[in-house]
């Protein structure tokens, strides 16, 4: 059950866009981070092949110039 | 105590959130980090706070560290250090947690039948003098060598020096700064005979570009990257990422550019050659202030044993360096660096213009290189022919990896061709060593023996039978470990490891020796920006741990050398540093008195008339200038920097079609060099617990390599099995691969090549050939 964290960089001017669509996605919790230019996501899927979804899901979104992942973590099944 | 899977998971998912908002505060100095510094701090607590410099890189942050009971229980960063201003990353708020780790070296072990024993550390001490004055004895005073460290306090590395110079008469001591910082000293040296850089952190506050030359800030050197974000953000300064991969510094500068590894060195002459050719030469700078010269070409790898390199200076003219540069012009060169020819434009754009202040950046990246000199005089050439030098937000700027890497291991001299001042080649030098060790100079030898790579390559040999170690571990750090683990695991050499925990490197030795971690002693350190720190001893180590300083002591005093080492066991940091002083007396590289130190977060030397030198070598900051000009290059006899003339030349491996993809390594910003320390601070460690590989995702959808999935990475020296990782931490260039190598687990130098900087001797570990299956 991976939970992931990531900073997200937009592209210039396209923060709100970034943070609605990310904040769409179920899988994802959207945060602001002190350094206003990027945020941080943190993902929560309960399976590798889920996170690969959602990891592809997140790749789509137009307003994303970076995901880059901070930490990953793998906590046991229920 | 009982965890529900809920909370356990509720507890992992708060802390993903706080690494990712710590590294996203690292990179930006902000409310939010100094809140969580506080928060960290428990409740009702009465702390006593003591100051100091970090343990880990080589930017020097001040931290002050809170104790309670003898225990050191909270770090935050001092708000009196003009280098963090109270900022620390996430391994310098984290880093007294690896000092209670369970497996913590508390005694000293002796390897008997096969086995370690727990042994007082007086015998253990007697064990290693004896051993090492029977192979004296027996092979001569050069079968012995120590191996000491950037880490080491500059009281460690002084009492090393003269034990072993001094004392014994041997130039075997070498240092693992050989393998980060060779070739930035060399690079000095040959442009402008003196040592570390001219300017300071304060240059960060007055620069319009910062070009950062194969460095990864962001994560190498993060205090000092959100004070240019900062600088960014609040006056418009302009950050340019020129790289070989796609890092966390790339995304957060203004421009990213990439290019091919190892054509930083015909880009960097590119720029020289539009800097002449737009008539952007700083003329009366260079005709007052420059020499030209050129170096001896095909200068070699030195990948076979006892290679031997001495370059031949030979002085030039403008014209003949302008037309040497021909061969460089950006179209040219474009073609094979993968930099287009407007970014190259670009770039010299930025050097050239009078009116922008530009400080150049660089660490590992161009330092560890086969032609590492030759890039860091490129660096200056450009700076140089500017007169973009030596001014607040005007200079090149080489970082350190270590926390005295300058401090220790370049000012102290633990090198096997250094002295506390100068070099063992210098008659003038061995005299001033040996009136201060009170030795007869004859016993100085005057020709240097092994630098690190060939210290390693003599102990597979057998030519060293002795060799003992310092906070340092060289079967992680060394490139080809698969050939020196052989080697240090043959029973010709007695092998005596001092550390504070164990290692790869701990586990061949016949003594292991318990040392004391930082704070449990009092020391100095020396950062990247000369910068001179002390702190006093905080807590109480565990068991029979010792300093470093005092063991090399008791060892020499057991071997007979006892009236060269006076000090007392309370005061003996105070004392050795008294002593080194006398070394660097006068303006040129003054060292600040002790009281001062203990008092102040530190002292930049040279300190002169009670006063910290920020500019080196601009008569309006800086003493030492007698020329009566505005710029003095002191280091060289005429008052002149050189202008080296330095070809591209090809790394030695390559891509081809049995290992078609280049290997590059490095670090994370949560594992300090090889995680011996780290990586037993659970925060760091489970937010990266272990390496990976990462693939450009063009490589890995052609290979079929999927996240997660087990790679096998193949050199002609060995290999390495790692998780894949695709568009995450970072991106390397297509055709190129990316390991860091802190983990123990997956030791990535197994793979890496011995390959060096003739000049410098520092090994290249970002370029040689690999190839690639899934597992």
Same mark, same amino acid.
């Not at chain 2, 998971?9 to 706080?18: D, P, Q, T």
């Not at chain 2, 994560?219 to 990422?241: N, T, W």
């Not at chain 2, 320390?677 to 890995?700: C, G, N, Q, W």
């Given at each position: 059950?991976?939970?992931?964290?990531?900073?997200?960089?937009?592209?210039?001017?396209?923060?709100?866009?970034?943070?609605?669509?990310?904040?769409?996605?179920?899988?994802?919790?959207?945060?602001?981070?002190?350094?206003?230019?990027?945020?941080?996501?943190?993902?929560?899927?309960?399976?590798?092949?889920?996170?690969?979804?959602?990891?592809?899901?997140?790749?789509?979104?137009?307003?994303?110039?970076?995901?880059?992942?901070?930490?990953?973590?793998?906590?046991?099944?229920? | 105590?009982?965890?529900?899977?809920?909370?356990?998971?509720?507890?992992?998912?708060?802390?993903?959130?706080?690494?990712?908002?710590?590294?996203?505060?690292?990179?930006?100095?902000?409310?939010?980090?100094?809140?969580?510094?506080?928060?960290?701090?428990?409740?009702?607590?009465?702390?006593?706070?003591?100051?100091?410099?970090?343990?880990?890189?080589?930017?020097?942050?001040?931290?002050?560290?809170?104790?309670?009971?003898?225990?050191?229980?909270?770090?935050?960063?001092?708000?009196?250090?003009?280098?963090?201003?109270?900022?620390?990353?996430?391994?310098?708020?984290?880093?007294?947690?690896?000092?209670?780790?369970?497996?913590?070296?508390?005694?000293?072990?002796?390897?008997?039948?096969?086995?370690?024993?727990?042994?007082?550390?007086?015998?253990?001490?007697?064990?290693?003098?004896?051993?090492?004055?029977?192979?004296?004895?027996?092979?001569?005073?050069?079968?012995?060598?120590?191996?000491?460290?950037?880490?080491?306090?500059? &009281?460690?590395? %002084?009492?090393?020096?003269?034990?072993?110079?001094?004392?014994?008469?041997?130039?075997?001591?070498?240092?693992?700064?050989?393998?980060?910082?060779?070739?930035?000293?060399?690079?000095?040296?040959?442009?402008?005979?003196?040592?570390?850089?001219?300017?300071?952190?304060?240059?960060?506050?007055?620069?319009?570009?910062?070009?950062?030359?194969?460095?990864?800030?962001?994560?190498?050197?993060?205090?000092?990257?959100?004070?240019?974000?900062?600088?960014?953000?609040?006056?418009?300064?302009?950050?340019?990422?020129?790289?070989?991969?796609?890092?966390?510094?790339?995304?957060?500068?203004?421009?990213?550019?990439?290019?091919?590894?190892?054509?930083?060195?015909?880009?960097?002459?590119?720029?020289?050659?539009?800097?002449?050719?737009?008539g952007w030469v700083n003329n009366s700078f260079v005709e007052k202030h420059c020499n030209f010269s050129k170096g001896l070409t095909n200068i070699g790898y030195g990948v076979e044993d006892k290679f031997k390199?001495?370059?031949? &200076?030979?002085?030039?003219?403008?014209?003949?360096?302008?037309?040497?540069?021909?061969?460089?012009?950006?179209?040219?060169?474009?073609?094979?660096?993968?930099?287009?020819?407007?970014?190259?434009?670009?770039?010299?754009?930025?050097?050239?213009?009078?009116?922008?202040?530009?400080?150049?950046?660089?660490?590992?990246?161009?330092?560890?290189?086969?032609?590492?000199?030759?890039?860091?005089?490129?660096?200056?050439?450009?700076?140089?022919?500017?007169?973009?030098?030596?001014? &607040?937000?005007?200079?090149?700027?080489?970082?350190?990896?270590?926390?005295?890497?300058?401090?220790?291991?370049?000012?102290?001299?633990?090198?096997?061709?250094?002295?506390?001042?100068?070099?063992?080649?210098?008659?003038?030098?061995?005299?001033?060593?040996?009136?201060?060790?009170?030795?007869?100079?004859?016993?100085?030898?005057?020709?240097?023996? %092994?630098?690190?790579?060939?210290?390693?390559?003599?102990?597979?040999?057998?030519?060293?039978?002795?060799?003992?170690?310092?906070?340092t571990n060289p079967l992680v750090s060394l490139p080809k470990t698969s050939r020196y683990r052989p080697g240090m695991e043959k029973k010709s050499c007695f092998v005596v490891v001092s550390d504070v925990f164990?290692?790869?490197?701990?586990?061949?030795?016949?003594?292991?020796?318990?040392?004391?971690?930082?704070?449990?002693?009092?020391?100095?350190?020396?950062?990247?920006?000369?910068?001179?720190?002390?702190?006093?001893?905080?807590?109480?180590?565990?068991?029979?741990?010792?300093?470093?300083?005092?063991?090399?002591?008791?060892?020499?005093?057991?071997?007979? %050398?006892?009236?060269?080492?006076?000090?007392?066991?309370?005061?003996?940091?105070?004392?050795?540093?008294?002593?080194?002083?006398?070394?660097?007396?006068?303006?040129?590289?003054?060292?600040?008195?002790?009281?001062?130190?203990?008092?102040?977060?530190?002292?930049?030397?040279?300190?002169?008339?009670?006063?910290?030198?920020?500019?080196?070598?601009?008569?309006?900051?800086?003493?030492?200038?007698?020329?009566?000009?505005?710029?003095?290059?002191?280091?060289?006899?005429?008052?002149?920097?050189?202008?080296?003339?330095?070809?591209?030349? &090809?790394?030695?491996?390559?891509?081809?079609?049995?290992?078609?993809?280049?290997?590059?390594?490095?670090?994370?910003?949560?594992?300090?060099?090889?995680?011996?320390?780290?990586?037993?601070?659970?925060?760091?460690?489970?937010?990266?617990?272990?390496?990976?590989?990462?693939?450009?995702?063009?490589?890995?959808?052609?290979?079929?390599?999927?996240?997660?999935?087990?790679?096998?990475?193949?050199?002609?020296?060995?290999?390495?099995?790692?998780?894949?990782?695709?568009?995450?931490?970072?991106?390397?260039?297509k055709g190129q691969v990316f390991v860091p190598f802190f983990d123990e687990n997956m030791l990535i130098n197994d793979v890496t090549l011995d390959a060096f900087c003739p000049i410098s001797k520092e090994p290249?570990?970002?370029?040689?050939?690999?190839?690639?299956?899934?597992?």
């Amino acid at each position: 059950m991976p939970i992931k964290s990531y900073l997200a960089h937009p592209h210039d001017g396209q923060k709100a866009e970034l943070v609605k669509a990310l904040s769409d996605i179920e899988a994802c919790e959207v945060m602001p981070a002190t350094n206003e230019n990027i945020l941080v996501v943190v993902t929560d899927t309960l399976d590798d092949a889920s996170e690969e979804i959602l990891k592809e899901q997140i790749d789509k979104i137009q307003s994303l110039k970076l995901l880059a992942l901070v930490s990953g973590f793998n906590s046991p099944q229920n | 105590m009982y965890n529900s899977l809920s909370t356990r998971r509720s507890f992992i998912k708060k802390m993903a959130k706080l690494s990712a908002m710590t590294a996203a505060a690292s990179m930006f100095p902000g409310i939010l980090f100094a809140s969580e510094q506080e928060q960290g701090i428990p409740n009702g607590a009465d702390l006593e706070w003591k100051k100091g410099p970090c343990r880990f890189c080589g930017v020097g942050c001040g931290i002050l560290v809170g104790t309670e009971n003898g225990k050191a229980v909270a770090v935050k960063g001092d708000p009196n250090s003009a280098v963090n201003k109270g900022l620390l990353c996430v391994k310098g708020y984290h880093q007294t947690m690896c000092i209670q780790s369970k497996d913590r070296l508390t005694h000293a072990l002796v390897k008997k039948n096969g086995k370690y024993v727990q042994t007082p550390i007086q015998e253990a001490l007697d064990i290693v003098a004896n051993k090492m004055k029977e192979t004296i004895d027996a092979h001569g005073k050069d079968s012995v060598a120590m191996y000491t460290s950037g880490q080491s306090t500059i &009281p460690e590395g %002084y009492v090393a020096s003269k034990f072993m110079k001094g004392a014994i008469g041997t130039n075997n001591l070498d240092c693992n700064a050989r393998l980060c910082m060779a070739s930035a000293v060399t690079g000095f040296l040959t442009t402008f005979g003196a040592d570390e850089p001219m300017g300071c952190y304060e240059d960060i506050d007055h620069a319009d570009y910062f070009i950062t030359w194969g460095n990864n800030m962001a994560e190498m050197h993060p205090v000092l990257f959100s004070r240019m974000l900062e600088q960014k953000s609040k006056r418009g300064a302009k950050i340019i990422d020129f790289a070989t991969r796609t890092s966390r510094s790339s995304t957060a500068s203004d421009r990213s550019i990439l290019f091919e590894p190892q054509t930083d060195l015909a880009v960097a002459n590119a720029i020289c050659y539009e800097i002449i050719n737009n008539g952007w030469v700083n003329n009366s700078f260079v005709e007052k202030h420059c020499n030209f010269s050129k170096g001896l070409t095909n200068i070699g790898y030195g990948v076979e044993d006892k290679f031997k390199f001495a370059d031949k &200076p030979e002085k030039i003219d403008f014209s003949a360096y302008k037309a040497f540069l021909k061969e460089y012009s950006p179209e040219k060169v474009a073609k094979y660096s993968g930099v287009s020819v407007k970014d190259i434009k670009y770039l010299a754009s930025i050097y050239g213009d009078p009116n922008k202040k530009v400080v150049s950046y660089w660490c590992m990246g161009m330092n560890q290189h086969t032609r590492g000199t030759w890039m860091n005089n490129l660096v200056y050439n450009i700076h140089l022919l500017t007169g973009k030098i030596s001014q &607040p937000g005007n200079g090149p700027f080489s970082l350190t990896g270590q926390p005295s890497a300058c401090g220790t291991a370049r000012e102290v001299g633990t090198f096997t061709h250094k002295l506390p001042k100068g070099v063992v080649t210098n008659p003038k030098n061995r005299e001033l060593a040996a009136k201060i060790w009170k030795v007869p100079v004859e016993r100085i030898p005057s020709k240097p023996t %092994y630098h690190a790579t060939e210290m390693f390559r003599a102990v597979d040999r057998g030519d060293i039978k002795f060799i003992w170690t310092q906070v340092t571990n060289p079967l992680v750090s060394l490139p080809k470990t698969s050939r020196y683990r052989p080697g240090m695991e043959k029973k010709s050499c007695f092998v005596v490891v001092s550390d504070v925990f164990p290692t790869p490197t701990s586990d061949v030795a016949d003594v292991i020796l318990p040392a004391s971690w930082h704070i449990e002693k009092s020391g100095l350190y020396g950062n990247s920006e000369r910068r001179t720190q002390h702190w006093d001893k905080m807590v109480e180590g565990p068991g029979e741990t010792t300093p470093d300083a005092w063991m090399t002591i008791q060892v020499a005093k057991r071997m007979g %050398y006892g009236d060269l080492f006076p000090y007392s066991e309370e005061n003996h940091v105070e004392e050795i540093y008294n002593e080194y002083r006398q070394f660097h007396e006068g303006a040129k590289h003054g060292m600040a008195p002790l009281e001062v130190l203990k008092k102040e977060s530190g002292a930049i030397w040279p300190y002169v008339n009670g006063k910290s030198t920020q500019w080196r070598f601009n008569a309006k900051y800086d003493p030492a200038c007698s020329n009566g000009e505005a710029f003095d290059f002191y280091g060289k006899p005429d008052g002149r920097a050189v202008i080296w003339q330095r070809p591209y030349e &090809p790394p030695a491996e390559s891509p081809d079609s049995e290992y078609p993809y280049w290997l590059n390594t490095g670090r994370v910003i949560e594992h300090w060099h090889t995680g011996s320390m780290t990586r037993r601070i659970p925060v760091l460690h489970k937010a990266m617990p272990s390496a990976y590989i990462e693939f450009h995702p063009d490589d890995a959808k052609a290979l079929a390599i999927r996240n997660g999935e087990q790679i096998k990475v193949t050199s002609r020296r060995g290999s390495c099995v790692l998780p894949a990782s695709i568009n995450e931490r970072g991106l390397p260039t297509k055709g190129q691969v990316f390991v860091p190598f802190f983990d123990e687990n997956m030791l990535i130098n197994d793979v890496t090549l011995d390959a060096f900087c003739p000049i410098s001797k520092e090994p290249d570990y970002k370029k040689c050939a690999v190839k690639i299956e899934k597992v």
